[in-house]
């Protein structure tokens, strides 16, 4: 079988678009979408009325900063401007039908987190290696700095004279405690207060209400769930249930749920692997909008009556969708985006949700069939994170191996999101170990049924993932060859280079398992990464993968100028080809 005989690596790759960070502001949708033929870096683009896209900043202008390693919430919509973060970490300002200009420049900060103040302002967290700020930019360019602190700092939101924030601990992920804190500015100076929060609280995404009350995601009862902050002081539940309605966040800038003028709330609802958009009415009435789909990103945005969502169908990939917030009707997808990317047919029948006693009750994973009969070579992806999930919708990096004969499973394996606090927790302390479990219990139950070939079952991983992929490869179990991408290799030399934000999650994180060396591996293992990775340590895995050639246990490949996510479509291109090469070789032929 040759490359042809399926979806090319190039096409899979191409086709990849992402989009992110979804706002509805002055009658349009406005998103960031990657740039295939600008090596995936982001635009701004604006929905017409129409439905079609349109590009708002300069294909040669990349939007995107690194606030605490990962950025997030980098553009900020004016009624005559947009502000948003570029290249050095600068702040931009670009007047409608104008070029953009510099109004600051990184030097040794980085932006996020935008949003704008009711006097015209930009609000913008920004850091360093020791400190972050809360700052108010104004159009001219002057900077009045709101809030300093040694702790980390996230979304500001203001409204009243009232600035709320959150804040932790730089020995803390913001998954695991935060603080939510308000103070009053200008003219309406008062001392912080908190609100909620603590060590053991993570309260994620606060936003004023129309009603003048403050609403956040707490997770103090295990669930990520919606609260409002009375005037008079007192703290209620929205929609209590049990599903966690917020991702980790891992980025800046989040939105998972949007507050209508008439009382209607909507948010998500995740389990992990399937989010659902719910509607929760004046009266506490909770009910699902856009049930056809599957997987929904944590940017939910209202436009008149309508509600607007980055969503999938188990056959379609995250687009833009609407659905009418009245009838709570299904979602309906805005014509094709503005990057337009080439896709090839979507192979095998849409995937399914299944699960497989564990050591610790069941191991929920999105499993995706090839046409082929009978066993076929299976691919197990060990997802990134590890605190993230497997959504179910299209992935056509999935679809590049399913195109060409493999199944692919995706555990939701112990330490990932969308299962509550605890479940999020498991991992840590264990870190190599439990995921490694859930992977092979998930690669043996598929030998069981008949649906893996017991002699060509592979492991792939990226960044903590790969980690994950790497420790099942140092042990006796069912894989035949593995692929760790972007991987960590020692856990406590990645503490140390890690940026500082993620710190705490490699201290949470490290247990028994330890290093990974390289005469401990058992199956032959291909080790990907890209020369510009600032997360996770490039001269550690070409140190480790020489060692596994040298003993004729693996191959090695650099991708010269690729960064964590191989974002650029010519990196992911390559890496996938290399992947599916390296399974076809690496049994000896076995699979044709």
Request: proline share 8%; charged share 20%.
């Amino acid at each position: 079988m040759t490359e042809n005989d399926g979806l090319s690596a190039a096409e899979a790759a191409r086709a990849a678009v992402t989009r992110d960070e979804l706002v509805a502001a002055h009658g349009a949708l406005w998103w960031l979408e990657s740039d295939p033929d600008q090596g995936g870096g982001k635009r701004l683009v604006r929905s017409e009325p129409s439905g079609r896209a349109v590009p708002v900043t300069p294909s040669a202008l990349p939007v995107g900063g690194s606030l605490h390693a990962y950025g997030g919430g980098n553009f900020a919509v004016a009624e005559d401007a947009v502000w948003f973060v570029g290249p050095g970490d600068g702040v931009f300002f670009q007047p409608v039908d104008g070029d953009p200009v510099v109004l600051e420049k990184g030097n040794g900060w980085a932006y996020g987190d935008l949003s704008l103040s009711p006097d015209g302002r930009l609000l913008a967290v920004r850091g360093n290696d020791g400190t972050d700020e809360i700052v108010a930019i104004a159009p001219d360019g002057q900077v009045e700095v709101l809030v300093g602190s040694p702790d980390f700092l996230g979304h500001p939101r203001v409204a009243g004279g009232r600035l709320a924030f959150l804040e932790w601990d730089r020995h803390r992920m913001p998954w695991d405690g935060t603080r939510l804190v308000v103070t009053g500015i200008g003219d309406s100076p008062s001392a912080a207060c908190r609100i909620a929060g603590g060590p053991a609280e993570s309260v994620v995404q606060p936003v004023w209400g129309p009603d003048g009350e403050l609403y956040f995601l707490s997770d103090r009862t295990g669930w990520w769930n919606l609260y409002r902050h009375r005037a008079a002081g007192a703290v209620e539940a929205v929609a209590p249930i049990e599903a966690d309605c917020a991702p980790a966040p891992w980025e800046g800038g989040y939105r998972s749920y949007a507050l209508s003028p008439a009382g209607d709330t909507v948010l998500t609802a995740t389990d992990g692997i399937t989010t659902e958009l719910l509607v929760v009415d004046g009266a506490g009435q909770v009910s699902r909008i856009g049930a056809n789909l599957s997987s929904v990103k944590p940017y939910v945005a209202l436009l008149d009556d309508a509600v607007a969502v980055i969503g999938s169908t188990p056959t379609s990939a995250p687009a833009i969708w609407t659905a009418d917030l009245d009838s709570r009707s299904g979602a309906v997808a805005l014509p094709a985006s503005a990057a337009e990317p080439l896709t090839g047919p979507r192979s095998g029948p849409p995937p399914v949700v299944r699960s497989v006693p564990g050591a610790d009750g069941q191991v929920r994973y999105l499993l995706h069939l090839p046409e082929a009969d009978g066993p076929v070579p299976v691919l197990v992806r060990a997802h990134p994170g590890p605190t993230d999930g497997v959504p179910l919708r299209l992935d056509w990096s999935v679809q590049y191996f399913v195109s060409h004969g493999f199944a692919v499973a995706e555990p939701l394996y112990r330490g990932s999101t969308g299962r509550g606090r605890a479940f999020r927790q498991q991992l840590d302390g264990r870190w190599g170990e439990l995921d490694v479990d859930d992977c092979a219990a998930v690669a043996e139950h598929l030998v069981a049924q008949g649906v893996a070939r017991p002699d060509a079952l592979f492991l792939s991983g990226a960044s903590a993932g790969g980690y994950t992929t790497l420790q099942a490869a140092c042990r006796p179990g069912p894989f035949a060859a593995a692929t760790a991408i972007s991987a960590i290799i020692d856990p406590a030399r990645w503490e140390q280079s890690v940026p500082a934000w993620q710190r705490p999650h490699a201290v949470a994180l490290r247990g028994p398992a330890g290093a990974v060396r390289p005469e401990r591996i058992r199956c032959p293992v291909l080790v990907i990464h890209g020369s510009k990775d600032t997360i996770t340590s490039g001269e550690d895995a070409m140190e480790f993968g020489r060692a596994l050639a040298a003993r004729g246990a693996g191959e090695v490949l650099l991708l010269d100028g690729g960064d964590h996510y191989l974002s650029d479509p010519r990196h992911r291109a390559a890496a996938l080809a290399a992947e599916l090469g390296f399974y076809r070789t690496a049994v000896l032929g076995l699979i044709r």
